[in-house]
C-alpha cells in the first residue's frame, strides 16, 4: 500500500512526526522503534515532538488512526481499479480481493497488516491499539460487504470473506519470496471461490 511521501519542506512538524512514525513502525516495527529514533529522522527538536505527541503511545495512537485512512482509501481505490480491470458481478466481486492482494504484496514496503502486527506486539501494553484494530477490520468488512448484492448472507460471507483475507495478508507477509506471495494470493483466490460457489 505505496504512496507518494510528501517532501519534508511540504509538511508541518506534526506531519513530519506522524509521517516518520508511519513508515518506521510499520516497516520496523513499534517496539523496535524509539522515539529518540524518531525525533532524529523527522529532523524536529525534542520539545516539539514532545509538543505535539506527549508520549510514545500518544503517537502509536495517531499512527493507527492514521495508518487506518491511508490503508482504507487505498482498498477502496484498489477494489475500484481491479473492479474495473476484471469486471465481476454479484458474488463473484468476491474474487476482486484476490486481486487488490496481489497488488499489495507486489509493493516494495509490504509488511503485512499494520493492525494485525500491532496487536500482535503491543495489546497488553497498549489495549486502545485493539479497539482501533478492531474498528479498522469491521470497516474493512463494511467495505467488503458492499461487493456483495443484498441478501440474507451477506454480511455472514463479507465476515468470511474478510477473515480468509486476513488469513491470507498474514501467509503473504511470512513467504520468503515473490512465489510464496503469489501462492498466498492463488489460496485467496481458491478459497473466495468456494465461498461464492456454496453461498
Same mark, same amino acid.
Given at each position: 500500500?505505496?504512496?507518494?511521501?510528501?517532501?519534508?519542506?511540504?509538511?508541518?512538524?506534526?506531519?513530519?512526526?506522524?509521517?516518520?512514525?508511519?513508515?518506521?513502525?510499520?516497516?520496523?516495527?513499534?517496539?523496535?522503534?524509539?522515539?529518540?529514533?524518531?525525533?532524529?529522522?523527522?529532523?524536529?527538536?525534542?520539545?516539539?515532538?514532545?509538543?505535539?505527541?506527549?508520549?510514545?503511545?500518544?503517537?502509536?495512537?495517531?499512527?493507527?488512526?492514521?495508518?487506518?485512512?491511508?490503508?482504507?482509501?487505498?482498498?477502496?481505490?484498489?477494489?475500484?481499479?481491479?473492479?474495473?480491470?476484471?469486471?465481476?458481478?454479484?458474488?463473484?466481486?468476491?474474487?476482486?480481493?484476490?486481486?487488490?492482494?496481489?497488488?499489495?504484496?507486489?509493493?516494495?514496503?509490504?509488511?503485512?497488516?499494520?493492525?494485525?502486527?500491532?496487536?500482535?506486539?503491543?495489546?497488553?501494553?497498549?489495549?486502545?491499539?485493539?479497539?482501533? %484494530?478492531? #474498528?479498522?477490520?469491521?470497516?474493512?468488512?463494511? !467495505?467488503? =460487504?458492499?461487493?456483495?448484492? &443484498?441478501? +440474507?448472507? @451477506? *454480511?455472514?460471507?463479507?465476515? %468470511?470473506? #474478510?477473515?480468509?483475507?486476513?488469513?491470507?495478508? !498474514?501467509? =503473504?507477509?511470512?513467504?520468503? &519470496?515473490? +512465489?510464496? @506471495? *503469489?501462492?498466498?494470493?492463488?489460496?485467496?483466490?481458491?478459497?473466495?471461490?468456494?465461498?461464492?460457489?456454496?453461498?
Amino acid at each position: 500500500m505505496s504512496s507518494p511521501t510528501p517532501l519534508a519542506g511540504d509538511l508541518s512538524a506534526r506531519e513530519r512526526i506522524l509521517a516518520t512514525a508511519h513508515d518506521l513502525f510499520y516497516r520496523d516495527g513499534i517496539r523496535a522503534t524509539g522515539v529518540d529514533r524518531l525525533i532524529a529522522e523527522s529532523g524536529v527538536a525534542k520539545l516539539t515532538f514532545y509538543r505535539h505527541f506527549p508520549s510514545k503511545d500518544a503517537l502509536v495512537r495517531e499512527f493507527l488512526d492514521f495508518r487506518h485512512r491511508r490503508w482504507m482509501a487505498w482498498f477502496i481505490d484498489a477494489l475500484g481499479r481491479c473492479g474495473a480491470a476484471s469486471p465481476a458481478e454479484g458474488h463473484a466481486r468476491l474474487l476482486l480481493l484476490a486481486d487488490v492482494l496481489r497488488e499489495w504484496t507486489e509493493q516494495p514496503d509490504f509488511r503485512g497488516c499494520a493492525f494485525i502486527n500491532s496487536v500482535v506486539e503491543i495489546a497488553q501494553a497498549l489495549p486502545e491499539a485493539v479497539d482501533i %484494530a478492531r #474498528a479498522h477490520k469491521g470497516e474493512m468488512t463494511q !467495505v467488503i =460487504a458492499e461487493l456483495l448484492p &443484498d441478501g +440474507a448472507t @451477506r *454480511e455472514l460471507l463479507a465476515d %468470511a470473506a #474478510a477473515l480468509v483475507f486476513d488469513g491470507a495478508i !498474514v501467509r =503473504a507477509q511470512m513467504a520468503c &519470496d515473490a +512465489a510464496g @506471495r *503469489e501462492a498466498a494470493v492463488g489460496t485467496l483466490r481458491t478459497v473466495l471461490g468456494a465461498l461464492v460457489a456454496r453461498r
